[in-house]
C-alpha cells in the first residue's frame, strides 16, 4: 500500500521560511517522479514543484527563486524548502508521486497523494 505523509507546514509570517518533508513507503521511490502541488479555499489545486533527478527540476513561475524542491532517495522523502514566505502561499500543499520519469504539472497525471499539510502566512 502506497503512502505519502506530508509534514512541516505550519504558521509562518511574512518573509518567513518553512521546510515540507514527505515521506513516502510502499513503492519504488527513485523511479517516481515527484510533486509539490497545492490548493487555497475556494481555488483550484495547483503545481507547485517537481522532481524527477537533479537535472529535472520544474518550478511554477509564482515559486521561481523562492522555493527549492529535493529529494533523498535513501530515506525515500522529498522536500520543499519555502523561503520569502507571502500570505498568498498560504494553502494546503501536498505531495504527489507519478510513475513516469518525467517532471509533468498536471494533477491528473499523478498515481498518489498525501493527505496535505496546511501553510499559513500571516502576521
Known amino acids: 500500500q502506497v503512502q505519502l505523509v506530508e509534514s512541516g507546514g505550519g504558521l509562518v509570517q511574512p518573509g518567513g521560511s518553512l521546510r515540507l518533508s514527505c515521506a513516502a513507503s510502499g513503492l519504488a521511490f527513485s523511479s517516481y517522479a515527484m510533486g509539490w502541488f497545492r490548493q487555497a479555499p475556494g481555488k483550484e489545486r495547483e503545481f507547485v514543484a517537481a522532481i524527477w533527478s537533479f537535472t529535472r527540476i520544474y518550478y511554477a513561475n509564482f515559486v521561481k527563486g523562492r522555493f527549492t524542491i529535493s529529494r533523498d532517495n535513501a530515506k525515500n522523502t522529498v522536500y520543499l524548502q519555502m523561503n520569502s514566505l507571502k500570505p498568498e502561499d498560504t494553502a494546503i500543499y501536498y505531495c504527489?508521486?507519478?510513475?513516469?520519469?518525467?517532471?509533468?504539472?498536471?494533477?491528473?497525471?499523478?498515481?498518489?497523494w498525501g493527505q496535505g499539510t496546511q501553510v499559513t502566512v500571516s502576521s
Open positions: 504527489a508521486a507519478d510513475r513516469n520519469s518525467e517532471v509533468r504539472v498536471a494533477v491528473y497525471e499523478y498515481d498518489y
